[in-house]
């Protein structure tokens, strides 16, 4: 079974621009959750989305925002970047349910915003 | 809110010597707990879970974890470490629909 894929990997942005980021879950999965990892902060949640619906959202501005497609698939968008939105961001899937937890992840988009 | 800490940030052991990393959590109910490993560049590979049962949880590459809630505590360990078990690794615990993940500890091997 094919794992979770992001597209694009490498991203180099400038400030003040957008950017849209987009994952593909593992077959069978309905559940997609976005991270993004600093070196700084670490590992930290940004949304969840099942059935088309996000169930839970971390403390992000509102500048980051989300949406998953009836296949599953999902984008993240980020509007207005700043070089402090420079991180790797991770896509995760799982099959969902009432918890999702057991979660997959792709390999990942390198953001870069200069 | 959950937390998790890793205590340390690096490790270093030797090549085929033993390995035990630390991880504490809190959590008011029984925890769903993870350890997750990251190459660089890459992204996070599922070592092994925990979500009830066994207290002693088996999972890939040799690795094994044991849940103790007297500690709050679920650390790995491996008996013979190779060369390419270097990486970071990240424990986290199930929170709602979300992982809350550690710092990670990153893992140095010597030959």
């Known amino acids: 079974k094919a794992g979770v894929t992001q597209t694009p990997r490498y991203l180099i942005k400038t400030r003040g621009q957008q950017v849209t980021l987009s994952c593909s879950p593992i077959?069978?999965?309905?559940?997609v959750s976005w991270y993004q990892q600093t070196p700084g902060q670490g590992l930290q949640f940004l949304f969840e989305?099942?059935?088309?619906?996000?169930?839970n959202k971390g403390n992000f501005p509102g500048r980051f925002s989300g949406r998953q497609f009836s296949n599953s698939r999902s984008e993240m968008n980020v509007s207005t970047l700043e070089l402090g939105d420079s991180a790797l961001y991770l896509c995760?899937?799982?099959?969902?349910?009432?918890?999702?937890?057991?979660?997959?992840f792709g390999p990942g988009t390198r953001l870069t915003v200069t | 809110a959950q937390s998790v800490t890793q205590p340390d940030i690096h490790i270093t052991v030797s090549e085929g010597a033993s390995l035990e990393l630390r991880c504490n959590y809190s959590?008011?109910?029984?925890?769903?707990l993870f350890w997750y490993v990251q190459s660089p560049g890459q992204g996070l590979q599922l070592l092994l879970k925990y979500f009830s049962g066994d207290t002693l949880v088996q999972g890939i590459k040799g690795f094994e974890a044991e849940f103790k809630r007297s500690q709050s505590s679920f650390n790995l360990r491996k008996p013979s470490v190779h060369w390419s078990d270097a990486a970071e690794y990240f424990c986290a615990v199930g929170d709602g629909n979300k992982l809350v993940f550690g710092a990670g500890t990153i893992l140095r091997v010597k030959s």
């Open positions: 995760a899937s799982s099959y969902g349910g009432t918890a999702s937890y057991e979660q997959y």
């Open positions: 077959s069978g999965h309905r559940s």
């Open positions: 989305y099942f059935s088309e619906t996000q169930r």
């Open positions: 959590y008011g109910a029984t925890p769903y």
